[in-house]
């Protein structure tokens, strides 16, 4: 009777035990650590700029119009009139007191001569009689030659200086002409200048040295006459600025072309200098950033001449640094 119930107890034990042994099975092994990942960092390359020497200047650049620094008009001055003649062509040679143009003037050419004999048998009637009447007659003949003089000259132009024919009126005979319609231009081809407007013609003295580039050749030049001269002489003030052209120029038949008027406002020889956009600011601090020991620095420098690409540096860098561009 008391067998049974530890047969009991003991398959109890033996089926709990081997259940507890069976369900270890049922839950996952746990998985082995993970080493951490390795990040290989790539070596940083930068492009750099080397610090050189070499000579550097600013410019400043003024476009103008060449002309020549002695220049007449002709036209006629005493009435209108028919055109006769105009005795030039552009390019040619004349003399001061050449003949340039004439009126139509019809017969005054015979009444001046008229006139003239008039004169001279008055003269002789007043040298003769030696009477009031005679002396007064004598002066109407001679103020009536005056009239017919100037009548007579003012149908004529003639070259106020020696010079080369810049410009020529398009006239035929017979047309008319005002006083004062300039009809020829004549100039001194051996003066020739550029001439040019400035709002900052304080950039420029007479004496300065400059150059014209006229079609990509390059001719010295030397500032002539600015703005200045003209209010010291009492002379309208205008904003012109005239550089004459000092030995060979560009020629005659360059009047009226345009030349670009050069100036070197500052140079510096043998300077250390970099490409003008490396330079880096904050507020009035200028600063690069320089590769040393393959490591970047920035470093404060102080700047002088600027073009448009480059600068000089003044303190900062040295001969040689690499100056990082990116």
């Known amino acids: ?49 080397t610090a050189s020497r070499k000579d550097i200047a600013s410019q400043t650049y003024q476009s103008g119009y060449i002309v020549s620094a002695v220049e007449e008009e002709c036209f006629f001055t005493q009435y209108t009139g028919r055109l006769k003649n105009i005795y030039v062509n552009p390019g040619d040679y004349v003399e001061e007191g050449d003949l ?10 015979y009444r001046l001569e008229i006139q003239r004999l008039r004169v001279e048998l008055a003269r002789l009637n007043y040298n003769t009689s030696g009477s009031a009447a005679d002396r007064l007659q004598l002066e109407i003949e001679q103020n009536t030659l005056a009239s017919y003089q100037a009548e007579y000259d003012g149908g004529h132009v003639y070259a106020p200086i020696s010079g080369q024919v810049s410009y020529v009126k ?9 006083p004062y319609d300039v009809i020829v231009r004549i100039v001194d081809p051996e003066r020739l200048c550029v001439s040019f407007t400035t709002t900052s013609f304080t950039d420029y003295y007479v004496g300065d040295e400059v150059q014209v580039e006229v079609n990509d050749v390059y001719y010295d030049a030397v500032v002539v006459r ?6 010291a002489e009492g002379d309208e003030v205008t904003d012109k600025v005239f550089v004459e052209f000092v030995g060979d120029g560009p020629g005659f038949g360059y009047l009226g072309a345009i030349g670009s008027v050069v100036k070197v406002t500052a140079s510096a020889e043998n300077a250390i200098v970099i490409p003008k956009y490396i330079v880096k600011t904050d507020g009035d601090r200028k600063y690069v950033q320089v590769l040393r020991d393959d490591v970047k620095v920035e470093v404060d420098i ?15 860098l040295s001969e040689g640094d690499k100056v990082i561009v990116k």
């Open 100 to 109: 340039i143009a004439e009126m139509n003037n019809g017969a005054i050419e």
């Open 170 to 178: 398009t006239l035929n005979p017979g047309d008319e002409v005002d």
């Open 1 to 49: 009777m008391h067998k049974l119930p530890k047969l009991i107890c003991s398959a109890f034990l033996a089926g709990a035990l081997a259940a507890t042994s069976a369900g270890c099975y049922f839950f996952p092994d746990e998985e082995p650590e993970l080493e951490p990942p390795t990040l290989d960092v790539a070596e940083v390359v930068y492009s750099t700029y």
């Open 226 to 231: 600015t703005p200045r001269e003209e209010t």
């Open 302 to 316: 102080e700047t002088g001449i600027e073009t448009a690409v480059e600068v000089e540096i003044l303190s900062g």
